[in-house]
Nanobody, 123 residues
Framework: QLQLVESGGGLVQPGGSLRLSCAAA????????IGWFRQAPGKEREGVSC????????DYADSVKGRFTISRDNAKNTVYLQMNNLKPEDTAVYYC????????????????WGQGTQVTVSS
């Protein structure tokens, strides 16, 4: 059974940092592009960042460029999202997802999803 599990969310003050992890179970991430998405209450799900399979090409939403960094460790079968200088508007449930194909910020392309982890940025 293919499974993605997110971790690392929590409550952080504005300007703080968090690192989210997306661990795969039951399959190897080597051949999959991985995306991070978020959804705030009352808003649509939006793409935050993605990373391609073995070559590791990455892309970011304009709202997080320069603050978030995506990376992958295929040996650990895990993808990370380092989030720095967090803002209240980053508050959302963050999901990771996987698909066999190029990295994209369009959530419609992804077949496998994790359950999400809550990130709350508040003073």
């Amino acid at each position: 059974q293919l499974q993605l599990v997110e971790s690392g969310g929590g409550l952080v003050q504005p300007g703080g940092s968090l690192r989210l992890s997306c661990a795969a179970a039951g399959f190897s991430l080597d051949y999959y592009a991985i995306g991070w998405f978020r959804q705030a209450p009352g808003k649509e799900r939006e793409g935050v960042s993605c990373i391609s399979n073995s070559i590791g090409r990455s892309d970011y939403a304009d709202s997080v460029k320069g603050r978030f960094t995506i990376s992958r460790d295929n040996a650990k079968n895990t993808v990370y999202l380092q989030m720095n200088n967090l803002k209240p508007e980053d508050t959302a449930v963050y999901y990771c997802a996987a698909h066999l194909g190029p990295g994209t910020l369009s959530h419609w392309e992804y077949k496998y999803w994790g359950q999400g982890t809550q990130v709350t940025v508040s003073s």
